[in-house]
């Protein structure tokens, strides 16, 4: 099967590209500016997810006050598309950038538990945002099926019309599309959502996620559109660095006690994912683990595992601190469990002592 992961250099698409690439695919990603990171598979150059550093497609730790809690600034609008080969260009074997020895193939492997970091992949630079790159890309690779983790926290334009973007040309090469949503698309005012859920959000990126799978259900009907959460695993999503970071005094800050999600591990979360792309399940689907916590529960998790100190994290309210977005969100994944072989652990299993 031919899959093109747009967005392969994230936490989310790396995992993507190792697991499409170990099963015996023909796997492509896109990146926007950065290399992938250590194991990910690749014949032609680095990749980077539209959102640099990104955990994948859940809200992001964020501080009491609400900065973001990992990653730099975000570059100006279209900064981050200067420079370099042109949009939808194959990048050479000279990578236009110094190589890192950590993400050739045949490199050091991944981290404990992530998929191996076998076979090749075919990279492409991509700004989703670009009508005319974006169907040049698809258009040329042909892929069977496209899986779009591709997006930025605050970016409508790479968001939302990125999503619109990919999806029009998905419709116009032919082929399956699986888009990747979030839990954000809800507000948190109901008990639980599950499949059947219309969204009703409540922050710009939540809107933007939402206007998307508008979008993505009037270009490509028989689309997958899998919601999920906040995606850990391997040591390597941003809240699991936070808490490093807290847990060793190299940051301060607290964990949101009332910010609660249903936490999923990210091989689990590529699994399930490309299960449904294999199977060509339509329709939308949640994919999270089975069970909800808040992020001080999260990282209590985290820092056990770690063998790090827990007393050193401080538990905060994000609603005290006038931070925007949904509270508690706790995504009904039933539907979907009874569909699927890939088994989506709850955190208290992935995170025990021993696991990664």
């Known amino acids: 099967m031919r899959v093109l992961i747009v967005g392969g250099s994230g936490l ?10 170990a099963q ?3 796997v492509a990603a896109t990146r926007f500016s950065s290399p992938p990171g250590p194991g990910t598979p690749r014949t032609n150059g ?3 997810d539209v959102r640099p550093g990104s955990d994948g497609p859940g809200p992001e730790p964020v501080t009491a006050d609400g900065r973001p809690v990992t990653g730099g600034p975000s570059p100006a609008p279209g900064a981050a598309a200067t420079g370099g080969p042109a949009p939808g260009e194959r990048l050479g074997p000279d990578l236009r950038t110094r190589p890192s020895p950590t993400t050739v193939a045949g490199g050091p492997s991944p981290a404990p538990g992530a998929a191996s970091g076998c076979g090749t992949c075919e990279w492409f630079r991509l700004d ?5 790159a974006v169907p040049a890309v698809i258009g040329g690779f042909r892929p069977d099926v496209t899986i779009n983790v591709a997006y930025r926290s605050g970016d409508w334009a790479t968001t939302a019309d990125g999503a619109a973007n990919v999806a029009a040309a998905v419709a ?5 599309l699986v888009h990747v949503s979030s839990d954000a698309v809800f507000s948190g005012d ?6 059947t859920c219309l969204p009703d959000p409540v922050n710009p990126y939540g809107a933007a996620k939402a206007a998307a799978e508008t979008a993505v259900r009037a270009l490509v009907p028989g689309a997958a559109i899998v919601r999920t959460s906040l995606i850990v ?3 390597a999503s941003a809240h699991e660095a936070f808490v490093r970071s807290l847990a060793t005094g190299s940051a301060t800050g607290v964990l949101f006690t009332d910010d609660v999600r249903c936490p999923v591990h990210v091989s689990d979360l590529a699994a399930a994912l490309l299960e449904i792309a294999e199977r060509g399940l339509p329709g939308v689907h949640h994919a999270a683990g089975d069970q909800a916590l808040s992020r001080y529960e999260l990282g209590l998790l985290i820092a056990r595992r770690d063998g790090l100190d827990e007393k050193r994290l401080r ?10 977005g949904p509270l508690e969100v706790r995504l009904d994944c039933s539907a979907t469990r009874r569909r699927l072989h890939t088994r989506l652990r709850p955190a208290s299993e992935f995170l025990a002592p021993g696991h990664s």
């Open 190 to 195: 109901a008990p639980s959502y599950d499949e």
């Open 233 to 235: 695993g391997h040591g």
């Open 128 to 132: 989703v945002r670009s009508r005319a």
């Open 24 to 26: 015996g695919h023909t």
């Open 46 to 48: 680095p990749a980077q």
């Open 315 to 324: 538990p905060g309210l994000r609603a005290a601190g006038g931070v925007r």
């Open 172 to 176: 116009a090469s032919g082929g399956r």
């Open 12 to 21: 989310l698409g790396g995992e993507l590209v190792r697991l499409c690439a």
